[in-house]
């Protein structure tokens, strides 16, 4: 059996993603999307946890702890795909209340609603509940494949299989998608966004051997040698960031130039699972990760009102007038909320959450 230790750092490294998750979300509502933070975050975070999802599987697969069955489908569906639909359901009527209210607006608001309806439905999703389906589907071809090709070799060989395929797509093919049916383009989106998530899952699988095998080892020992990585990880991601600023949205199924964002998902996922490492006895840390979902499907419909309870009601003191500033108030209060609501929830109404109450 795999012991509760040697996952304390995948815990932080998912605290550490649904942190920067949250904090590009506030921030788009205040800074341009060009701006080098919003590139840095983005060519990363969200490949992060599907290679975090991909070293868990690993390591449950390799402790015998699962197998591919209806009971593991099942089991599977009531985790992602009930609080995918729950809460695209929650979203869609908080979005009307909000448009009733003024807090946000549309030019179009009842072809928005239906708009968005048929985002649920083809599995392209609401932001970011569309995280919740490609997870779902990328995990289950994951399980029933993954025993198929077991070497490094072969599962080296899916990866760069996808990536040409999605890179073929997104050079030669993407312009003449918006000129497809509305319906056949979302569910388009939603196919080849997941054949990435899957192979993000592919090569967390790959990488866990390796953290399988040297987590155990004691970190003071080894904490320059991980620090030296790190560094040498953030700043070579820093750097293509600054030369390339590649515009990503994995959400949107915008990849900008494929391979740059390959490459920056794959040194971002590693620069945080290093940076984990270091500080994996980090409580705060690994809390958050622990709630990880439950803050990634709140987070999303609380952001207007927050802002209006930050500038209407409590004000806003002079010096958090700088936008990357108010950026991070609004951060915290999100996160904050959302973090014990989510406990909440979880706790009484378990059911939004695919679980059943103790």
Not at 221 to 247: C, D, H, P
Not at 295 to 310: A, D, K
Not at 330 to 342: A, C, E, K, N
Request: with cysteine.
């Amino acid at each position: 059996m795999i012991k509760i230790k040697r996952l304390d750092f995948l815990d932080v490294a998912k605290g550490i993603g649904i942190l920067v998750v949250v904090y590009a979300h506030v921030m788009q509502q205040y800074i341009p999307p060009h701006n080098i933070l919003n590139v840095f975050i983005y060519s990363f975070h969200m490949p992060l946890f599907f290679v975090l999802s991909g070293i868990v599987s690993q390591i449950k697969e390799n402790s015998g702890k699962t197998k591919i069955d209806s009971q593991y489908i099942k089991k599977k569906f009531f985790q992602l795909m009930i609080p995918y639909f729950v809460f695209s359901l929650i979203y869609i009527i908080l979005n009307i209340i909000q448009v009733k209210l003024g807090v946000i607006h549309f030019m179009f608001p009842d072809k928005k609603i239906l708009f968005d309806i048929v985002k649920v439905f083809t599995l392209r999703g609401l932001a970011p509940l569309w995280f919740l389906a490609s997870l779902f589907v990328a995990d289950i071809i994951w399980k029933c494949f993954i025993n198929k090709f077991e070497s490094l070799k072969s599962r080296f060989i899916i990866v760069i299989i996808i990536f040409f395929i999605n890179y073929w797509v997104n050079t030669l093919h993407y312009s003449k998608l918006p000129n497809t049916d509305l319906i056949e383009f979302m569910i388009y989106v939603f196919l080849f966004r997941t054949s990435l998530a899957f192979a993000f899952m592919v090569i967390g699988s790959m990488l866990s051997r390796y953290f399988v095998n040297t987590i155990n080892q004691n970190i003071i020992n080894y904490k320059f040698k991980y620090i030296a990585i790190f560094t040498g990880f953030f700043i070579s991601l820093s750097l293509i960031n600054l030369i390339f600023r590649n515009g990503v949205n994995m959400h949107l199924y915008v990849l900008g130039n494929p391979i740059i964002f390959y490459l920056t998902s794959i040194l971002g996922s590693l620069t945080v699972i290093m940076l984990s490492i270091i500080i994996s006895n980090n409580k705060i840390l690994q809390s958050l990760g622990k709630n990880s979902l439950s803050i990634m499907v709140l987070h999303y419909p609380p952001m207007p009102f927050i802002q209006i309870l930050t500038y209407v009601i409590l004000g806003i003191p002079l010096f958090l007038n700088h936008r990357q500033i108010r950026t991070l108030f609004v951060t915290v209060l999100t996160i904050t909320l959302t973090y014990f609501s989510g406990i909440f929830l979880v706790k009484y109404c378990p059911i939004f959450f695919g679980k059943k109450r103790k």
